[in-house]
């Protein structure tokens, strides 16, 4: 399995962009596997992001996709998400995290997570 | 979006128990339904994929069971490294969602 590493900036002002990379070590961003982000507001459940693949597809939740960006480095072996227009309910603990492949609908490895608070 | 709705949402549990947590999907996602534990601060860790497939390194008191839109996560004899909370998901169709979760508790 491959490991991931979240980072980024902890606090982000509103109407700001929450930008966050994610490193990955132990496989290549070029497999087949999806990358995704996961957040979690405090003391709440999980929620999907989005995903982007090393063909350049991405997946995103409808939900966020108006301010959403997602993108890989593959010279760095990292991908990368940037939210627009942050408010305070953007506040969240960021996963990273990946399937193995298109038909895998599981995340079986996780970053640790970061967590980002939108402040004045 | 396909809504995923764990139940109950905590339970109270000593060690040694069986226990038993529910997830309905508001469509058939045949057995496209994950499980994974996360404690506090922590990543999610995955437990069960494909509704019943343990995944690598997890113990066998986990099991779970359900195709279409009922499914169940099962604990067998709770030890106290169990006590966390648990989600299911569903990957039958983007965006994935999760549960709201379900608390395991000390009694």
């Known amino acids: 399995q491959v490991q991931l590493q979240e980072s980024g900036p902890g606090l982000v002002k509103p109407s700001g962009t929450l930008s966050l990379t994610c490193a990955v070590s132990g496989g290549s961003i070029s497999s087949d596997n999806w990358w995704s982000w996961v957040r979690q507001s405090p003391g709440k459940g999980l929620e999907w992001i989005g995903e982007?693949?090393?063909?350049?597809?991405?997946n995103y939740n409808p939900s966020l996709r108006s301010r959403l960006s997602l993108s890989l480095d593959k010279s760095s072996n990292q991908f990368a998400l940037k939210v627009a227009f942050v408010t305070a309910a953007d506040t969240a603990l960021y996963f990273c995290?990946?399937?193995?492949?298109?038909?895998?609908?599981?995340?079986?490895?996780w970053g640790q997570g970061i967590l980002v608070t939108v402040s004045s | 979006d396909i809504q995923m709705t764990q139940f109950p949402s905590s339970l109270s549990a000593s060690v040694g128990d069986r226990v038993t947590i529910t997830c309905r999907a508001s469509?058939?996602?045949?057995?496209?339904l994950n499980w994974y534990q996360q404690k506090p601060g922590r990543a999610p860790k995955l437990l069960i994929y494909a509704a019943s497939s343990l995944q690598s390194g997890v113990p066998s008191r986990f099991s779970a069971s359900g195709s279409g839109t009922d499914f169940t996560l099962a604990i067998n004899s709770l030890q106290p490294e169990d006590f966390a909370t648990y989600y299911c998901q569903q990957g039958y169709s983007a965006p994935w969602t999760f549960g709201q979760g379900t608390k395991v508790e000390v009694k």
């Open positions: 469509q058939s996602i045949t057995s496209y």
């Open positions: 982007v693949h090393h063909t350049g597809t991405t």
């Open positions: 995290a990946t399937r193995a492949d298109f038909w895998s609908g599981y995340f079986d490895s």
